[in-house]
């Protein structure tokens, strides 16, 4: 089993910034996918990123390309998400979620095996 820790969730306005983390830990094996997801109140959870291991293949939302980075640090196990010019339609739960069986990054939640708590993000405009 992986475990998922997310941080860095917080309040700010809009065209501000903000860097979420995503810790794993467990057996994850040699090959696998982190993702953020995020799910606005009343709305259905969406992709945001993911990122590959150990390849280090990304993808992303239309709604955030260009605004928002996917990064990783292989090492540490951790994934980082740098936000930039938020919107107040960012605010939302944003959550880290892993995809043991594919070595390449997708978008269907479907996909991801294990996710962590949680951490809110809220956008003031």
């Known amino acids: 089993q992986v475990q998922l820790v997310e941080s860095g969730g917080g309040l700010v306005q809009a065209g501000d910034s903000l860097r979420l983390s995503c810790a794993a830990s467990?057996?994850?094996?040699?090959?696998?996918?982190l993702g953020w997801f995020r799910q606005a109140p009343g709305k259905d959870q969406e992709f945001v990123a993911a990122?590959?291991?150990?390849?280090?293949?990304?993808m992303y939302a239309a709604s955030v390309k260009g605004r928002f980075t996917i990064s990783r640090d292989n090492a540490k196990k951790t994934i980082y998400l740098q936000m930039n010019d938020l919107k107040p339609e960012d605010t939302a739960v944003y959550y880290c979620?892993?995809?043991?069986?594919?070595?390449?990054?997708?978008?269907?939640?479907?996909?991801?095996?294990?996710w962590g708590q949680g951490t809110q993000v809220t956008v003031s405009s």
């Open positions: 990122i590959s291991f150990p390849g280090g293949g990304t």
């Open positions: 979620a892993v995809d043991l069986k594919r070595y390449y990054p997708t978008s269907s939640l479907t996909n991801y095996d294990s």
């Open positions: 467990g057996r994850s094996g040699s090959s696998y996918v």
